[in-house]
């Protein structure tokens, strides 16, 4: 990971702004859409019928532009690594090697290798690290979101705000993806939990605990996400939840809006949002969308279209919460790069950067909190302060903090310790929640010899110890489900 900036030649400042213009790459580059016409590209049920879920359509797509080996390569990250399966909507495999070079059998191996979106949306097995693949103390729920379920989905962790979570699926699945445990297909590696009950009975029970809870005023509306519940149903539970007084902010999650941008200029859909913006805005409730893009090069004319449209919809802020991944864009020029893309280009506001959570097999994605403070201070004074984007630790059982807020910090081991100031929902008979410290861990690899030797001797964890201790985890939490 790069963290050290360069002067630029034409400024004399480490980062030399310029404003650039967000290009839509031309599909047709690649075999398989060589013949897909605009009219095509632009419908949403198009894309998600074209999505690549395995690695025979990415064959189909590439050909021979790609040698055999990343084939292999991503096969076995499929059978032996990966948390979450393989789809990818063409909007979003678009934008990996936007711009080739030369063409030919062979000629995108390497660009696509070295393509920080592929990093995370395809990861092969040679990305993975060998030393730690997984962290001693990962887990599949690494924020333990679950164990503060209020009702089956619906986690209250701040005392004002809660997580909503209607439905496990999305258009598209992050390698990194800090909801593994649940969200999408089960993988040879992790076999997912499943929602025990119907539908309508959770979002019925989720509208009723916040009926009787005044002190929420703020709903993240999530899962997966939420461009994937058919819109009228969504528009219901909207509707339903903008008439409970104490709800005074909703948050709509969607990565949709920059990996499937189709779905959000639908008709129907803005026509919708309309509807659900206005009645929001007669009860001075705020309502807005949170979207998930790592690079520069998510943001298209397709992505600034669909947030133009939310916008004049009524909504009223598109923000970005985009992960901090090695390889991707751990690098102050390349978090600047998307900060300006999001404003000047979309008019999508740069809000959080998430350090990547210590879920398993994501140590190549991660980095230690001493690399996210010193990022955090190179992208300091470029933007507008109100659009400075925080760079945060999600601590677990804490919650989000800012990556200079730690109380104590053992570099060497590298353990940062944390506080907090509010009790969890399971935490209210417990004296000790808000005078005791939470750890949270460095990847092993980023650490001083000194370090990495103690973890050596006291954290290795033999493969099948690690795998009965997850499989263990699993079982736990499907019973205190079931008993909900």
């Given at each position: 990971m790069s963290i050290e900036t360069a002067v630029g030649l034409a400024t004399g400042q480490p980062y030399p702004y310029q404003r650039v213009e967000l290009v839509e790459p031309d599909w047709t580059r690649f075999p398989g859409w060589r013949d897909v016409t605009a009219q095509d590209w632009a419908s949403a049920q198009w894309q998600?019928?074209?999505?690549?879920?395995?690695?025979?359509?990415?064959?189909?797509?590439?050909?021979?532009?790609?040698?055999?080996?990343?084939?292999?390569?991503?096969?076995?990250?499929?059978?032996?690594?990966?948390?979450?399966?393989?789809?990818?909507?063409?909007?979003?495999?678009?934008?990996?090697?936007?711009?080739?070079?030369?063409?030919?059998?062979?000629?995108?191996?390497?660009?696509?290798?070295?393509?920080?979106?592929?990093?995370?949306?395809?990861?092969?097995?040679?990305?993975?690290?060998?030393?730690?693949?997984?962290?001693?103390?990962?887990?599949?729920?690494?924020?333990?979101?679950?164990?503060?379920?209020?009702?089956?989905?619906?986690?209250?962790?701040?005392?004002?705000k809660v997580l909503a979570e209607l439905l496990p699926t999305c258009p598209q699945y992050c390698g990194h993806c800090t909801r593994m445990d649940?969200?999408?297909?089960?993988?040879?590696?992790?076999?997912?939990?499943?929602?025990?009950?119907?539908?309508?009975?959770?979002?019925?029970?989720?509208?009723?605990?916040?009926?009787?809870?005044?002190?929420?005023?703020?709903?993240?509306?999530?899962?997966?996400?939420?461009?994937?519940?058919?819109?009228?149903?969504?528009?219901?539970?909207?509707?339903?939840?903008?008439?409970?007084?104490?709800?005074?902010?909703?948050?709509?999650?969607?990565?949709?809006?920059?990996?499937?941008?189709?779905?959000?200029?639908?008709?129907?859909?803005?026509?919708?949002?309309q509807r659900v913006a206005q009645l929001a805005r007669s009860r001075g409730v705020s309502l807005a969308i949170h979207t998930h893009a790592n690079h520069a090069n998510s943001i298209t004319p397709l992505v600034a279209e669909a947030s133009r449209a939310m916008l004049d919809a009524g909504v009223r802020d598109v923000r970005n919460q985009g992960v901090l991944l090695n390889g991707v864009n751990a690098d102050p020029h390349a978090l600047l790069d998307l900060c300006f893309a999001l404003l000047d280009g979309a008019q999508i506001m740069p809000y959080y950067f998430y350090m990547c959570d210590m879920i398993p097999f994501s140590e190549h994605w991660r980095v230690s909190v001493a690399d996210a403070q010193r990022l955090q201070h190179h992208i300091m004074g470029y933007l507008p302060g109100f659009a400075t984007p925080r760079i945060v630790c999600d601590v677990p059982f804490v919650g989000k903090r800012w990556v200079h807020q730690l109380a104590d910090y053992d570099h060497e081991r590298g353990i940062s310790y944390w506080t907090k100031n509010y009790r969890t929902s399971i935490e209210a008979a417990d004296p000790e929640a808000l005078t005791r410290t939470y750890e949270y861990y460095d990847p092993i690899h980023t650490l001083p010899p000194e370090g990495q030797a103690w973890w050596a001797q006291h954290g290795r964890l033999e493969e099948t110890q690690l795998k009965a201790a997850e499989v263990a985890e699993a079982s736990r939490r499907l019973a205190m489900l079931q008993a909900r």
């Amino acid at each position: 990971m790069s963290i050290e900036t360069a002067v630029g030649l034409a400024t004399g400042q480490p980062y030399p702004y310029q404003r650039v213009e967000l290009v839509e790459p031309d599909w047709t580059r690649f075999p398989g859409w060589r013949d897909v016409t605009a009219q095509d590209w632009a419908s949403a049920q198009w894309q998600r019928a074209h999505c690549i879920k395995n690695v025979r359509q990415l064959r189909e797509l590439l050909g021979d532009l790609v040698d055999d080996r990343f084939y292999a390569d991503l096969e076995r990250d499929q059978a032996e690594r990966a948390t979450m399966s393989m789809l990818v909507p063409p909007q979003m495999m678009n934008t990996m090697v936007p711009a080739p070079s030369s063409a030919g059998p062979g000629s995108l191996t390497e660009a696509l290798y070295a393509d920080p979106i592929r990093r995370y949306m395809l990861p092969v097995f040679s990305d993975r690290r060998t030393d730690w693949a997984s962290h001693p103390h990962a887990a599949r729920d690494s924020l333990h979101e679950h164990d503060m379920w209020v009702a089956e989905g619906l986690t209250h962790r701040y005392p004002t705000k809660v997580l909503a979570e209607l439905l496990p699926t999305c258009p598209q699945y992050c390698g990194h993806c800090t909801r593994m445990d649940l969200v999408g297909n089960s993988t040879p590696v992790i076999e997912k939990l499943k929602f025990t009950a119907k539908p309508a009975d959770r979002l019925g029970d989720m509208l009723d605990y916040l009926r009787r809870s005044p002190a929420v005023r703020d709903v993240v509306v999530s899962g997966g996400d939420v461009a994937n519940m058919p819109w009228l149903r969504l528009e219901s539970f909207l509707t339903e939840l903008l008439a409970i007084e104490n709800i005074r902010d909703i948050r709509l999650a969607t990565k949709a809006l920059v990996g499937l941008p189709q779905h959000w200029l639908q008709p129907e859909v803005v026509e919708g949002v309309q509807r659900v913006a206005q009645l929001a805005r007669s009860r001075g409730v705020s309502l807005a969308i949170h979207t998930h893009a790592n690079h520069a090069n998510s943001i298209t004319p397709l992505v600034a279209e669909a947030s133009r449209a939310m916008l004049d919809a009524g909504v009223r802020d598109v923000r970005n919460q985009g992960v901090l991944l090695n390889g991707v864009n751990a690098d102050p020029h390349a978090l600047l790069d998307l900060c300006f893309a999001l404003l000047d280009g979309a008019q999508i506001m740069p809000y959080y950067f998430y350090m990547c959570d210590m879920i398993p097999f994501s140590e190549h994605w991660r980095v230690s909190v001493a690399d996210a403070q010193r990022l955090q201070h190179h992208i300091m004074g470029y933007l507008p302060g109100f659009a400075t984007p925080r760079i945060v630790c999600d601590v677990p059982f804490v919650g989000k903090r800012w990556v200079h807020q730690l109380a104590d910090y053992d570099h060497e081991r590298g353990i940062s310790y944390w506080t907090k100031n509010y009790r969890t929902s399971i935490e209210a008979a417990d004296p000790e929640a808000l005078t005791r410290t939470y750890e949270y861990y460095d990847p092993i690899h980023t650490l001083p010899p000194e370090g990495q030797a103690w973890w050596a001797q006291h954290g290795r964890l033999e493969e099948t110890q690690l795998k009965a201790a997850e499989v263990a985890e699993a079982s736990r939490r499907l019973a205190m489900l079931q008993a909900r």
